[in-house]
């Protein structure tokens, strides 16, 4: 999947279906869309010729990944069930809102053991979204990742 077009050149979140996060959250999300779209690799197996643009939204408690070609050509909508990531968002946002609370007032040993709990919990949930995707879209570990930061914001609530 090192192909130049087997990539997103865009990423968009519904705002419909988004929560206004904390300015940390906010910040994260960012950042995601950046890197993802600085480096990352995704291809459609049924629509093999990138590169693409990406549409994240939640569809009657479905995650909807909306892929269209980046000229705006063809499109692709891929549901996902939510249940099989409810316990890992949950234990994710946990694990989020210690490590929020500990980076203002914690000592750093406390807070690198809670991060790495937070970038435990976020693994399992990438790998957990690569399985998911399996057949519809190939993603690699670091794309899947950021792609999961994104999937956590949609349920942010402010």
């Known amino acids: 999947?090192?192909?130049?077009?087997a990539r997103l050149v865009a990423v968009t979140l519904d705002e419909a279906s988004i929560g206004r996060g904390n300015p940390d959250q906010e910040h994260e999300?960012?950042?995601?869309?950046?890197?993802?779209?600085?480096?990352?690799?995704?291809?459609v197996p049924e629509y093999p010729t990138?590169?693409?643009?990406?549409?994240?939204?939640?569809?009657?408690?479905?995650?909807?990944?909306?892929?269209?070609?980046?000229?705006?050509e063809g499109?692709?909508?891929?549901?996902?069930?939510?249940?099989?990531?409810?316990?890992?968002?949950?234990d994710y946002r946990?694990?989020?809102?210690?490590?929020?609370a500990a980076i203002r007032s914690?000592?750093?040993a406390q807070i690198e053991a809670i991060d790495m709990?937070?970038?435990?919990?976020?693994?399992?949930?990438?790998?957990?979204?690569?399985q998911r995707l399996e057949g519809k879209v190939e993603i690699d570990f670091d794309t899947a990742r950021r792609l999961f930061t994104l999937?956590?914001?949609?349920?942010w609530k402010g």
Request: one cysteine or more.
């Open 1 to 5: 999947m090192t192909d130049g077009c």
């Open 29 to 43: 999300r960012a950042i995601a869309i950046y890197d993802i779209v600085e480096q990352n690799s995704f291809r």
């Open 50 to 72: 990138g590169p693409y643009a990406l549409h994240l939204a939640l569809v009657e408690n479905r995650l909807c990944f909306e892929i269209r070609a980046a000229e705006g």
């Open 75 to 90: 499109r692709i909508t891929h549901h996902l069930s939510l249940t099989p990531f409810r316990k890992v968002i949950r």
């Open 94 to 100: 946990m694990v989020c809102e210690s490590y929020y």
């Open 106 to 108: 914690a000592s750093p």
């Open 117 to 130: 709990g937070r970038r435990g919990l976020h693994n399992e949930a990438s790998e957990l979204l690569v």
């Open 151 to 155: 999937i956590y914001a949609l349920h």
